[in-house]
């Protein structure tokens, strides 16, 4: 079995520091089951390509027993697809030789594993009976593009049709670690097999390295249950996990935030004015449907639904709890049928592509962007102007340079304990304009709040529109 790294980012031939193998040489590692050979096709300044080659011996793993683990004969270890077709043997295979590179270490560039570059792995082959439905499912959200390729089961016999078997590439611009992470965990999801026993440590391993992106997939049962080959109690133990981390974040957050909205904005009244602002210009746009991404307790909602130009609103979060808040403030089980029909709360993630996005006409991201890591950006901006791609998009972030404005507020902190970073007014409207281009928007700036004459207002907004 295969799989192929390649980047562009330049110089290309880096991915050799981040994979700590050397792209002039060609390495072999033994494992317990056969053998791992590393080596690169192509290394040069503009493309280098990394790849594993998994050399498994699956007479090897069966010799001197009766029966094979499945219960059947021994014999059938010698007809297999075991050798060839991508299964948990080769998240072993990752998790041996690419051990550093999965933990997002890298001695010699430090910085560069920190930094999303242009990816593109290749599979060969890869089981899907789906014919392709279930890699898409599982890698879309994540923000990759999924390339397939089909084989005949007989090239003699079209009329046969298609095995079940797929060539997979996945393109995406991703840390490294995440792209390895995110092969790791899916790839025994795929085949539905683990080669070892599964028990409470792999329940360990499914949460450890789906931290960051597990609990906002919308397939995470999914991926949970044939992860954990199917065993309920450890499916229900790492779902209910999952759950209650991001309801203890939760509460922390909205303890922190609370706590230093009052100490800074509050006397500025700045939430207010930055609710009212987003509303003035979704209603200046002639925007009938409108979406509010990260919509939290569901201020901007309540606004939104007084207005009788908005004739569908949908709040999204990623947060069970906060939609339950805005379920709530919003006194849904009260309205009329007519009324509730008019707002929906989805639960999702901003990260994660989501067809049912697609076709709005305005979208609001009020105050969500700085609380993204800075790696995952590039995600949201896939979600939101590639994908969704409404007619208007308004997003409000804080402006950095106005916190030495706050006398309560120590130099060089943020504003929030949760915000991954803050922008200074330069810094927002050249990622902005960079969005815009490479997404066939226009976008123009206004600012939020009392404006000092140096630093400017306390917060900014772009407002893009195609």
């Known amino acids: 079995m295969i799989l ?51 050399d498994i011996d699956p007479i090897g793993l069966v010799r001197g027993r009766k029966k094979s683990r499945s219960g059947g004969h021994v014999l059938q270890q010698y007809v297999n697809d075991r050798p060839f077709v991508v299964s948990s043997f080769l998240s072993t295979a990752i998790a041996r030789v690419y051990r550093s590179a999965m933990a997002g270490r890298c001695k010699d560039k430090p910085e560069l594993a920190k930094t999303p570059l242009p990816l593109e792995a290749n599979l060969a082959v890869v089981p899907d009976s789906s014919k392709g439905e279930l890699l898409r499912r599982l890698f879309e959200p994540l923000g990759y593009e999924v390339t397939l390729a089909g084989h005949p089961l007989d090239e003699r016999f079209p009329e046969w049709g298609t095995s079940d078997y797929l060539t997979v590439s996945l393109r995406a611009t991703v840390r490294l670690s995440e792209l390895l992470t995110h092969l790791y965990v899916l790839v025994p999801v795929l085949d539905n097999y683990k080669h070892y026993w599964v028990g409470e440590a792999e329940v360990e391993k499914l949460l450890n390295k789906g931290e960051r992106w597990l609990a906002g ?12 080959r199917h065993q309920r109690s450890l499916t229900q133990a790492a779902l ?9 974040d939760l509460a922390a957050l909205e303890t922190a935030q609370a706590r230093e909205e009052t100490a800074l904005e ?6 207010e004015q930055r609710l009212n602002s987003v509303l003035a210009v979704l209603k200046s746009s ?19 639904m007084r207005e009788k130009q908005f004739t569908e609103i949908v709040g999204l979060d990623v947060s069970h709890r906060a939609l339950e808040i805005a379920r709530r403030r919003l006194h849904l089980e009260r309205l009329s049928s007519g009324q509730r029909e008019r707002i929906k709360l989805w639960h999702g993630s901003l990260i994660y592509r989501d067809a049912r996005l697609s076709g709005f006409d305005a979208a609001a991201v009020v105050e969500v962007i700085e609380h993204l890591d800075a790696g995952r950006l590039a995600f949201f901006e896939r979600v939101v102007f590639e994908y969704a791609k409404p007619g208007t998009v308004v997003i409000t972030t804080p402006n950095v340079e106005y916190n030495a404005r706050f006398p309560t507020l120590p130099p060089g902190e943020l504003r929030h304990k949760d915000h991954r ?10 990622w902005a304009n960079d969005v815009a281009d490479r997404f066939g928007y226009a976008v123009k700036f206004l600012p939020l709040g009392p404006q000092d004459a140096s630093a400017g207002a306390p917060s900014q907004m772009g407002v893009f529109t195609r």
């Not at 919308?218 to 249950?225: C, M």
Request: charged content about 25%; hydrophobic content about 35%.
């Open 240 to 248: 209910s996990r999952l759950l209650a981390d991001e309801t203890m």
């Open 421 to 430: 970073f803050e922008w200074s007014r330069a810094e927002f409207q050249a």
């Open 4 to 54: 192929s790294m390649t980047t562009t980012y330049r110089p290309a031939t880096d991915l050799g520091y981040l994979l700590h193998k050397h792209p002039a040489r060609c390495q072999t590692f033994e494992i317990s089951f056969g053998k791992v050979h590393v080596f690169y096709p192509e290394a040069s300044v503009e493309r280098c390509t990394a790849t594993l080659l998994l």
């Open 286 to 304: 002639g925007a009938k449907r409108v979406l509010d991404l990260g919509c939290g307790e569901g201020r901007l909602l309540q606004r939104l």
């Open 217 to 228: 997939h919308p397939e995470r049962e999914l991926i949970a249950r044939r992860y954990l």
């Open 266 to 271: 509050r006397p500025l009244s700045l939430n």
